[in-house]
Nanobody, 120 residues
Framework: QVQLVESGGGLVQAGGSLRLSCAASGSIFSINTMGWYRQAPGKQRDLVATITSGGSTNYADSVKDRFTISRDNAKNTVYLQMNSLRPEDTAVYYC??????????????WGQGTQVTVSS
């Protein structure tokens, strides 16, 4: 049993910043990749950024120069620093973690989602 709890969403004006946090807890042997995905109404869920346990990152082209993903392994927490926000960034943001819960058993977990709204 693993839970991902997200925080940090909200309403911000275009050009502003937000930082999202996602903390994993429960029966965890190790956490491999953690990431953020987002879904706007009527759209599919898209990758925003991922970070491996070793710190290697991957970003969607639309956010690459504006967002920064990081993690604190001691806290089992991943962050998404979002700068220069645009209205098109408006979406529900979901935390994802690929977790080894025991030998040979790897599961993708999802957070509950946090709303980010960027006004023009």
């Amino acid at each position: 049993q693993v839970q991902l709890v997200e925080s940090g969403g909200g309403l911000v004006q275009a050009g502003g910043s937000l930082r999202l946090s996602c903390a994993a807890s429960g029966s965890i042997f190790s956490i491999n990749t953690m990431g953020w995905y987002r879904q706007a109404p009527g759209k599919q869920r898209d990758l925003v950024a991922t970070i491996t346990s070793g710190g290697s990152t991957n970003y969607a082209d639309s956010v690459k120069d504006r967002f920064t993903i990081s993690r604190d392994n001691a806290k089992n927490t991943v962050y998404l620093q979002m700068n220069s926000l645009r209205p098109e960034d408006t979406a529900v943001y979901y935390c994802n973690a690929r977790i080894t819960v025991r030998a040979g058993y790897i599961v993708d977990y999802w957070g509950q989602g946090t709303q980010v709204t960027v006004s023009s």
